[in-house]
């Protein structure tokens, strides 16, 4: 059974930078598109960065692009969310989603973590 854990949330500073893990188990992660996802407290959740399975292929949501970078080491079986400049409107629980997808459609992924508290607070 896959499994999806995410890790590395905290409290960062405007501007400052926060690396988000994605740990997958149980199945091979080579085989799964992977997303990440966050909602904001009294927001619905809305899909943030994506990258395909070979990793060749990345999306990023317009609110963070050039700020955010998704990869991922499927040796490692982890997929990574790098933040840089971090804004307050970046505050959320981030959830990473695994499916076979090239969307950021929740619908369209299938395992999801239970999510990681980020905050960005001076």
């Known amino acids: 059974q896959l499994q999806l854990v995410e890790s590395g949330g905290g409290l960062a500073q405007p501007g400052g930078s926060l690396r988000l893990s994605c740990a997958v188990s149980?199945?091979?992660?080579?085989?799964?598109?992977i997303g990440w996802f966050r909602q904001a407290p009294g927001k619905e959740r809305e899909g943030v960065s994506y990258?395909?399975?070979?990793?060749?292929?990345?999306n990023h949501a317009n609110s963070v692009k050039g700020r955010f970078t998704i990869s991922r080491d499927n040796y490692s079986r982890t997929v990574y969310l790098q933040m840089n400049l971090l804004k307050p409107e970046d505050t959320a629980i981030y959830y990473c989603?695994?499916?076979?997808?090239?969307?950021?459609?929740?619908?369209?992924?299938?395992?999801w973590g239970r999510g990681t508290q980020v905050t960005v607070s001076s």
């Open positions: 989603a695994a499916g076979w997808t090239n969307t950021l459609i929740e619908e369209d992924y299938s395992v």
């Open positions: 149980g199945y091979r992660v080579d085989t799964y598109d």
């Open positions: 990258i395909s399975r070979s990793g060749n292929v990345k």
